[in-house]
């Protein structure tokens, strides 16, 4: 990293943290707090796409925290779960986990992710993947203990999923990145922070 600029993570997922870390880039994290559900609620009004719209929450977070961070380099990041028009959010207990999952069986569903990174309060990159899953027809057998397998952790994911682990044995077919899946499309954002100078090229 060069050390004359400063990376900030505008995300509490410990997933998207993991993958910075992972990729050797040194980074603080600042989580932002802002309503999601009125930016989605405002953007479905006003006719945006998915695409629009995880945008949208991805340079809210970052302008969040770019207000208490001047002059660093502010990413914001979120993930939409759109299966038929449906957007899903991450659900509340195990519960509502089945409730999702059994609506994904047998179907597929896009995972869009947007990035936006805002330094001083001006936009300078932004991005937009989406990866295609095809969930498999798997038994309620399969279901539960799943569920009872995965713990709270799958909470923290909009799918009710972990591709790194267990999660793996929903799919039957994945068309997209690894990083897009997981929440954090990696390799555009590395080409950027090379080209900006925030890694090394």
Known sequence: MNPNHR???ASQSRSRAAILENAGLSFDVEPAEIDE??????????GCSVGDTVLELAAAKASAASA???DAYVLGADQILDLGGTWYDKPRDRDEAAEHLRAFRGKIHHLVNGLV??????RNWAWEETAHMTVRHFSDRFLAGYLEN????????????RLEGI??????????????VLGLPLLPLLGYLRQTGIAEP
């Open 68 to 70: 208490r961070h001047p």
């Open 167 to 180: 999660g793996a044995q929903l799919f039957d077919r994945i068309d997209g990145d690894y990083f897009t």
């Open 150 to 161: 995965s713990g709270d952790e799958i909470l923290e994911s909009v799918g009710a999923y």
């Open 37 to 46: 559900q009125v930016i989605k609620i405002r953007c479905r009004d006003n």
């Open 7 to 9: 990376l900030v993570l």
């Open 117 to 122: 990174v805002i330094r001083n309060g001006e």
